[in-house]
């Protein structure tokens, strides 16, 4: 009998990385392109989407059998209703998905959010494996959030999980959302890298800046610093309001480990009185959440 296997396609900001992936997580093949350019464009989301299907159809070992199809976009994403509603760097509104890939496919499709799904993938591959009440907070170019409460994800209609928005400087820097003093802008890899840079007058990466860090440089421990204390502001709030016990802390940010979980461990703690304390720990499952998420999504209906 054909062994049954999900595609997982997660379309990113700036790449489009796909698999194809068995009951147990393990990515059969996977590939990863280019986000193509006009997204924004009618049809060109669907079809950037059956084109992966496609390729990693034509890969598939002869003894697999396609059993649905799971994809994953930023922004926001009406999961019941298979629509991509918005995403501010790719351009896209209201785009229907799931309909017009099941009737070009023929086989189940799931459409959910990259950050909600990548937890989800977490707590069913991952680090969140025993979880019941998790956040997971990706540090990239920007900050998303997605919460696992009394062991759901929650989505609220695609609009829970904007932890980059949550003010940690209120009448700080000007926001691309409207608002001043985001989390985002002062904590995401982005953000780090644009602060040492106004203080050192030296464009380099965020794993730069965190090796700079640890080799003890003023400047870039200040940024660090900075950071370290708007995380633990947003950490505190969100621990308070919904009473995770685990965060997961992933995106680029988090390859620096030890070098900005101490310290944010010791921050959360000092400003907590009788919450709970939250077990701080990276990722499991790294730039490969997204996609794995977006299979876990397409199992749930195979
Ligand atoms: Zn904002």
């Known amino acids: 009998m054909a062994r049954p296997v999900v595609a997982a396609v997660d379309i990113g900001g700036t790449r489009v990385k796909s698999a194809l992936v068995d009951e147990r ?3 059969l093949v996977s590939q990863t392109t280019r986000t193509p350019s006009g997204l924004s464009e009618r049809g ?22 396609l059993a649905a199809v799971g994809v994953v ?38 459409l959910g959010h990259d ?24 540090l990239g170019t920007g ?35 409207g608002q001043r003093g ?9 953000a780090v890298e644009h602060a040492y840079a106004a203080r050192s007058g030296e464009g380099v990466g965020a794993d730069v800046v965190a090796a700079r860090v640890a080799a003890g440089e003023p400047a870039a421990q200040e940024v660090w610093a900075r950071a370290v204390d708007a995380l633990a502001r947003a950490l505190v709030m969100t621990v308070t309001l919904t009473g995770v016990d685990l965060v997961l802390v992933g995106g680029g940010l988090s390859r620096s480990g030890e070098l900005l979980l101490a310290p944010l461990r010791e921050a959360v703690d000092t400003a907590m009185t009788f919450q709970r304390r939250p077990r701080i720990i990276t990722a499991a499952l ?17």
């Open 44 to 65: 060109a989301l669907v079809a950037t989407v059956a084109d992966a299907v496609a390729a990693l159809r034509s890969q598939a070992p002869g003894d697999t059998q």
């Open 115 to 138: 950050v909600r799904a990548g937890l989800l993938a977490e707590s069913r591959w991952g680090a969140a494996r025993t979880a019941q009440h998790a956040l997971f907070m990706p």
């Open 73 to 110: 976009v930023p922004g926001l994403v009406d999961d019941a209703a298979g629509v991509a509603r918005y995403a501010s760097n790719l351009g896209w509104r209201d785009v229907q998905v799931v309909v017009p890939l099941e009737h070009s496919l023929h086989l189940p499709v799931a």
């Open 286 to 302: 790294g730039d490969r959440a997204g996609c794995l998420g977006s299979a876990c999504l397409a199992w749930d209906l195979a």
């Open 143 to 177: 900050i998303a959030g997605a919460l696992l409460l009394d062991g759901h994800v929650v989505s609220a209609d695609g609009w829970s999980g904007e932890l980059g928005h949550v003010v940690v400087e209120p009448g700080g820097a000007q926001c691309p959302c």
């Open 182 to 190: 985001c989390l985002e802008m002062v904590a995401s890899a982005s």
């Open 25 to 27: 997580g393990a990515e």
